[in-house]
């Protein structure tokens, strides 16, 4: 059930269905919305979702959640924008307890080993309300140059939690024998579909 509704989710988003729901909401995607600063992660709103073809039957789904992270952003000065973040490997969301146990294995990510993943920029180059973020992505003890392709989602005061917020989405695709996960491949499909939602509240 929960891998189908994460499907459901980035399909509505792919169709752009979220975009008219956006304009009755706090934030909005408008760059000039955008204050200068530091911001901590959102915790309880950011998550990566992934997607592999599972030997041509189905696309199966899962998602990391965020542990800690940090954003400075200037918007006079994009390209100095620095992002890091990073997630919890060992406390993945899968569609079924036994999948999950097996991904947490020695088999794939060794999550008592290496329970966590980062993303640590590198360069930024933005363009209005889109930006590609380059930086290193590191995974099951493995360090990869990644580029996300990024969007503003959203940028305005929370009006729960009073802070201003800026929220992204970004997209990737990874192989995940670059990173040591290789097992199955190429009937399990080497190809990762990243697809990253991230808010930020500003400290500072």
């Given amino acids: 059930m929960r891998s189908t509704f994460v499907a459901l989710t980035i399909a509505l988003a792919a169709a752009g269905l979220g975009a008219g729901v956006n304009a009755q909401m706090p934030g909005a995607a408008d760059a000039s919305r955008v204050q200068a600063g530091t911001y901590k992660t959102d915790a309880n709103h950011t998550q990566v979702v992934w997607s592999v073809n599972h030997l041509g039957f189905s696309n199966l789904y899962g998602m990391f959640g965020a542990k800690s992270g940090t954003l400075t952003v200037d918007p ?9 973040i990073e997630f919890a490997v060992d406390d993945m969301n899968t569609s079924s307890k036994q999948f999950g146990t097996h991904l947490r294995s020695p088999d794939f990510f060794d999550a008592a080993k290496f329970p966590t993943a980062t993303f640590v920029s590198t360069s930024v180059q933005a363009s209005g309300t889109s ?33 201003q917020t800026i929220g992204f989405t970004a997209t990737t695709t990874i192989k995940r024998s670059d990173f040591g996960l290789g097992m199955a491949a190429p009937a399990v499909s080497d190809d990762v579909m990243l697809h990253i939602t991230a808010a930020f509240e500003k400290t500072a």
């Avoid at 000065?77 to 890091?84: D, I, Q």
């Avoid at 930006?131 to 009006?159: C, S």
């Fill in 76 to 84: 006079k000065n994009p390209a100095a924008s620095k992002v890091s």
């Fill in 131 to 163: 930006a590609k973020i380059m930086g290193n992505l590191t995974v099951h003890g493995v360090t990869k140059p990644v580029t996300l392709d990024a969007k503003l989602m959203g940028a305005g005061a929370n009006p729960m939690s009073k802070a």
